[in-house]
C-alpha cells in the first residue's frame, strides 16, 4: 500500500472547500476573530490519523440515545426521532462509532450556565445524548423538537432550530461535529452559519427529511438524517470552536 503523501492532504482539503464554510465568514461575526489568518502547512499523513485510536463502546447505554428520559417527569415540546446511517466517503456503513447529540430545549433555551436566554429552563431536560452505530452504520435518537433562540450575531438575528452532532468514526481525520436542521424552518435563508457553506448541495445535506414511515402514530413524528465522514460527497463540517 503506497503510503499517503502531504500532496494527498491537500487534494482532501481543496476537494472539501466547496462543501466545508470558510475559516471566514463575514457576515458571521465570531469567524472575524478566530478565523486563521496565516496559511496552514500540511502534516504528512501516519497511520495514527488514518487508522485510530477510535472511541471505545463499554460506557455507552442503549438508555443514553433518549433524551426524554432522563429524568423523572417529561419534557416539554414536541417529542421527535431522528434516525439514519451514517457512511463513509464510499458510502460503506461505519459501525460502532460514538454519536454525541447536544441541543436546545423548545423553549429554545440550552441547559448550560453560559446561556442566559431568557426563555424557560425544562427541569426534566437536559439535551444531551449519545449511541453508537449498527452494525450498517444506522443510528437513532428520540428528543424534543429544539427552539429557535436569539444569537446577536446582528440586529435581530435568531438561530433555526437545530440538533448538533459530533462523529468520532474509525479515526482521527474523521471526526466529524455538524448540525441538522429541519425541513421548511424560515429562519434558514437568514442563517449565516448555515448561508456559510459554498455548496447549495452541501446546505441541503443539512436539512433533515421528514420521514412518515418512521413516525410512531399519536407519539412522535420522525426525521431522517444521514451521516457522511470527511470525503468528496462529506456533510458539511461545523467548527468545534464555536457554540451555536
Known sequence: MRKPTSRDAASLIRSAVSVDPPYLFPDYVGTRLRAPNRTFGILPRG??????????????????????RKHAGEPIGERIIVAGRVTDSAGRPVASTLIEAWQANA??????EADHHPAPLD????????TLTGPDGTFRFVSIKPGAYPWRNHPNAWRPAHIH?????RAFEQRLVTQMYFPGDPLLPLDPIYNSIPDPAGRARLIAAFDLANTIPEWALAFRFDIVLPGGASTPFESPDHDD
Open 47 to 68: 497511520m495514527t490519523e488514518a487508522r485510530g485510536p477510535v472511541f471505545g463502546e463499554s460506557r455507552v447505554a442503549p438508555s443514553d440515545a433518549d433524551l426524554t
Open 107 to 112: 423553549a429554545g433555551r440550552y441547559a448550560h
Open 123 to 130: 427541569p426534566n431536560f437536559s439535551g444531551i445524548g449519545r
Open 165 to 169: 452532532f459530533s462523529l468520532f468514526g
